[in-house]
């Protein structure tokens, strides 16, 4: 078992720290009394190869492949559920050893259709769709076997893939773990992640407040009825009041760029709806089911990569599926929740890079 505190180290003398200059707070995160700036990303690269896969249900699915055609594959596994896109996913990777594939899950991103519209169906997709989607295209793209690359959400299927299909995975690198357990979800939608975030709280509550919602009862159900009302302006609003609560919570240090980035009123639909629906039904796993098939994964080489402050997951999750799953190496970071939090983004590379053969 290998766990360590990594980036969490206080300097030892007042004259050994590097102060930023005003204005600088936004790219970089405390790891003790130190700043670590974000420079730990491969340089951006363009898609090799790109298109639509057809999955069924009348769902195209997008997906690109950068990086050596010949290169060791895997597969990168976006948050949300409906997060979707982005570019900086290919650069947790080397180009130069990996065959880097990237795909948007069900009506988010390039696929199609999309959640924000009226054509998609919501009942053809949950997470077992999206595991069987995985499955096609490792198929589709002649992969014997994949490394799997997720966090947030995109640990949980990643979870949830790799314990369906463990024969085909060669390694995990997982961050700020997820499983859906109705605690995890009480924590940050009903009470908890509020006390520390109140400020951003009383926005996402507002639509809840406007509505008549009674907060004795789950807000998550509440936000069902709102982000699918007959009324576009309700949904629309409830949809970027979801969004950005996640958003604005989501980094160490508040990030205005951030908030902005995810502020897109078709984006901010489609995420809530997505995110949302899955929530209402737990996912699709019964209670704390990903932790407990865990331990068909011990022979699987794992990172886990966790930040300590993180909200919307917070660590005890990660503690929870180390205790079923030991021989992965749970590395605890000085961070919140993103993946671009510098400490995060370290540990990924580095995990990643010892990876590649």
């Not at 919501?122 to 989607?133: F, I, S, Y």
């Not at 079923?324 to 590379?349: F, K, Q, T, Y």
Request: proline share 7%.
């Amino acid at each position: 078992m290998t766990t360590a505190d990594a980036g969490g180290g206080v300097a030892g003398a007042a004259s050994d720290l590097r102060l930023p200059a005003p204005g600088d707070l936004s790219s970089m995160v405390v790891t003790g009394a130190q700043f670590v700036p974000p420079d730990a990303l491969y340089p951006p690269i363009e898609p090799y190869d790109s298109g639509m896969l057809d999955v069924g249900d009348g769902q195209l699915v997008y997906y690109e492949q950068s990086g050596r055609p010949d290169g060791k594959p895997s597969v990168f596994v976006h948050g949300g559920p409906g997060g979707g896109g982005g570019t900086d996913r290919r650069r947790f990777f080397d180009p130069q050893r990996y065959r880097i594939i990237c795909f948007d899950q069900r009506q988010c991103g390039a696929s199609t259709p999309h959640a924000s519209t009226a054509a998609s169906d919501p009942t053809v997709n949950t997470t077992w769709h999206l595991v069987a989607d995985l499955e096609r295209l490792r198929t589709h793209l002649g992969v014997d076997r994949w490394l799997v690359f997720g966090g947030s959400w995109g640990s949980s299927l990643a979870l949830a893939y790799a314990e369906t299909h463990p024969d085909r995975v060669t390694e995990m690198v997982l961050r700020g773990i997820f499983t859906l357990r109705r605690s995890e979800l009480d924590w940050y939608y009903n009470d908890g992640a509020g006390h520390i975030a109140p400020e951003w709280w009383d926005v996402f509550c507002e639509p809840l407040r406007r509505a008549g919602h009674d907060f004795a009862h789950d807000n998550i159900g509440g936000y069902h009825r709102l982000l699918w009302d007959d009324d576009p302006a309700i949904a629309r609003a409830a949809g970027l009041a979801w969004t950005r609560w996640e958003a604005a919570t989501s980094t160490l240090l508040f990030s205005p760029a951030h908030v902005e980035s995810m502020s897109d009123p078709d984006y901010a639909l489609a995420f809530a709806r997505i995110e949302n629906r899955f929530f209402v039904h737990g996912g699709w796993f019964t209670e704390g089911q990903l932790i407990a098939d865990a331990r068909r994964l011990r022979d699987i080489p794992a990172v886990i990569v966790q930040g300590r402050y993180d909200l919307p997951c917070p660590a005890t999750t990660a503690i929870d599926l180390h205790r079923v799953w030991p021989e992965a190496d749970l590395r605890m970071v000085l961070a919140g929740h993103s993946a671009m939090e510098p400490n995060i983004c370290r540990e990924l590379v580095a995990a990643t890079d010892r990876f590649a053969g």
